[in-house]
C-alpha cells in the first residue's frame, strides 16, 4: 500500500512541472505580445480581437494561462481539485492548441492562412503549439498510469483530498452554471450554421482566414470545444465524482479572463454586443467567479484541523450511513 502512495506523489510532482511547462509556453507569447505592441496594443488585442497586423495571442490564452498554473500549483500542494484541474489543463490545452498546429502545416506563401496579415512567425508559434500538444499527451498518459494505480491502491488518502466527493452546493452551482452555458453554446453555434451555410461554417470552424491571432481560434471552434467541456463538467457535477471539483473550477478559471476582456470592450463603447453576448460573457464571469470562490472556500475549510467532522465539506448527513468513498481522481492521493 505505500509503495504505489510513493509513486502517485512522484506522479503528481512529474504533472505538476508539465503543466507549469504548458504555462510557460503560453506565458511567453502573451509577454511576446506585451514587448511588442505594448500594454495598451496588446490589450487592445485581447478586449477586440482587432489590431494591425497579426498576433500570437487572444484573450482565450489568458484563461489557458491562469488554468495551467493553477493546476500546477494545486498539483503540487496536493490540495482539493488537484487532479481535475490537471484534467481540464490538459484537455482545454488539447483542444486550443492543436488548431495553431494545423495553420502551421496549412500555412504557406501561396495560400496564407490568415490571408492578408502579418505579424509574430507562424512557423514559430505554431512550432511551440506543436510542442505544447506533445507535452499535454505525455500529462494525459500520465494521468491515466496515476488513476490505474489509485485503482490498484483501493483507497484513496481522503486526508490528502483524494476521493474526496464535492459539496453539495458547490456541485450544484457549477452544474448548473455548465448546463446554462451549454444552451448558449449550442445555440449559437446553430444560429450560426442557419445563417452563413454549413460551407461557411466549416472554414470558421478550421480558422482559414479568420484569424487575428496565430494562437487563436474562431468563435464557432471556440463554442464547440466548450460544448464538449462544459458538458463533460456537468455530467461529473450532477453525480458529484470527485474529479468533478477541479474540472468546474478549471473551466471556470479559463473563461474568466476571456468574459472579462470583452466586458471591458463593451464597457468602453469599442464593441457594440448584443444582448446574448451581454448575457453569455456576464453569466460566464460572474457564474465562474462564483464557484472558484466556493471552491477556496472549500479548500479552506478542508485544512481548518479544528473544524468538527460534522461540518467537514463532503461529510455525511446526520442519520445517514457512512460508506468510504472508493472512486479517486486522478493525481490527489
Known amino acids: 500500500m505505500n509503495q504505489p502512495g510513493v509513486s502517485i506523489h512522484q506522479l503528481r510532482v512529474v504533472m505538476a512541472v508539465l503543466s507549469l511547462a504548458l504555462f510557460v509556453q503560453t506565458a511567453f507569447w502573451l509577454l511576446y505580445d506585451l514587448a511588442v505592441r505594448g500594454l495598451p496594443g496588446a490589450w487592445t488585442v485581447w478586449t477586440t480581437g482587432h489590431a494591425p497586423g497579426l498576433s500570437a495571442t487572444s484573450s482565450l490564452d489568458l484563461g489557458l494561462a491562469a488554468l495551467q498554473l493553477a493546476a500546477a500549483a494545486a498539483a ?73 494505480i489509485e485503482y490498484e491502491a483501493a483507497a484513496a488518502d481522503a486526508a490528502s483530498g483524494g476521493g474526496i466527493r464535492p459539496v453539495k452546493v458547490t456541485a450544484a452551482t457549477s452544474g448548473l ?28 470552424l478550421v480558422g482559414r482566414g479568420t484569424g487575428r491571432a496565430v494562437l487563436g481560434v474562431s468563435a464557432p471552434y471556440q463554442w464547440a470545444c466548450l460544448t464538449v467541456l462544459c458538458g463533460a463538467g456537468m455530467l461529473l457535477a450532477a453525480r458529484r465524482r470527485p474529479i468533478a471539483t477541479g474540472c468546474s473550477t478549471g ?34 464571469f460572474v457564474g465562474s467567479a462564483a464557484v472558484v470562490a ?16 460534522a461540518e467537514a465539506p463532503g461529510a455525511p448527513e446526520p442519520g ?5 468513498e472508493v472512486e479517486s481522481e486522478p493525481a490527489e492521493a
Not at 444552451?183 to 470558421?204: E, K, S, W
Not at 466556493?294 to 473544524?307: E, H, K, Q, S
Open 320 to 324: 445517514v450511513p457512512v460508506r468510504r
Open 251 to 284: 473551466l471556470s478559471l479559463f473563461m474568466m479572463p476571456s468574459a472579462f476582456t470583452d466586458l471591458c470592450a463593451y464597457a468602453g463603447d469599442t464593441v457594440s454586443p448584443s444582448l446574448v453576448d451581454m448575457s453569455q460573457h456576464l453569466l460566464e
Open 177 to 204: 452554471l455548465l448546463a446554462v452555458l451549454n444552451v448558449f453554446y449550442i445555440g449559437r453555434n446553430a444560429v450560426t450554421a442557419f445563417q452563413v451555410g454549413p460551407g461557411v461554417l466549416g472554414d470558421l
Open 294 to 309: 466556493l471552491t477556496v472556500g472549500d479548500v479552506r475549510r478542508d485544512r481548518r484541523p479544528d473544524l468538527p467532522a
Open 76 to 148: 503540487f500542494l496536493g490540495t482539493r481539485g488537484a487532479g481535475g484541474l490537471l484534467v481540464t489543463a490538459c484537455a482545454v490545452t488539447l483542444g486550443f492548441r492543436l488548431p495553431a498546429v494545423w495553420y502551421f502545416l496549412l500555412d504557406s506563401p501561396a495560400d496564407p492562412w490568415f490571408g492578408p496579415l502579418t505579424g509574430p512567425s507562424v512557423t514559430a508559434v505554431g512550432g511551440s503549439a506543436a510542442l505544447a500538444v506533445v507535452v499535454a499527451l505525455v500529462l494525459g498518459a500520465l494521468l491515466l498510469l496515476a488513476r490505474h
